[in-house]
């Protein structure tokens, strides 16, 4: 099951037990196994072991918290939710990489 956080809750939100955080669209929360409209927007540093690449699991289990976005393809709206996360994060003193997985063309800056 999905951890979801409304863009309100950021401000308060708690990230630390998270290693990802995503944006989604209310259209891929409500469907089963839909992703297509996801996008990792963050992730920590600490998410991987050694063991968990020597083992090939580096991939599961891997704590994330997902924010719906009203147009996930909007490049505006999710640089404004980037400098958000950006702003919370730095406030919990958590490290990590944004747009870990970048592979298609959105005009988003990576950070």
């Not at 490290?95 to 997985?101: K, M, W």
Request: aromatic share 6%.
């Amino acid at each position: 099951m999905k951890t979801v956080i409304t863009l309100e809750e950021l401000a308060e939100a708690d990230l630390r037990p998270y290693k990802e955080v995503w944006l989604t669209s209310a259209e891929a929360l409500a469907e089963r196994g839909h992703n297509e409209d996801e996008l990792c927007l963050w992730r920590s540093n600490e998410t991987f072991t050694h063991d968990m690449l020597s083992e090939g699991t580096h991939d599961q289990n891997v704590a994330g918290v997902w924010l719906v976005v009203d147009d996930i393809d909007d490049p505006d709206q999710v640089l404004d939710v980037e400098e958000n996360v950006r702003q919370r994060l730095l406030a919990l003193g958590l490290e990590g990489e944004f747009y870990p997985a970048q592979t298609d063309d959105r005009d988003v800056s990576a950070g």
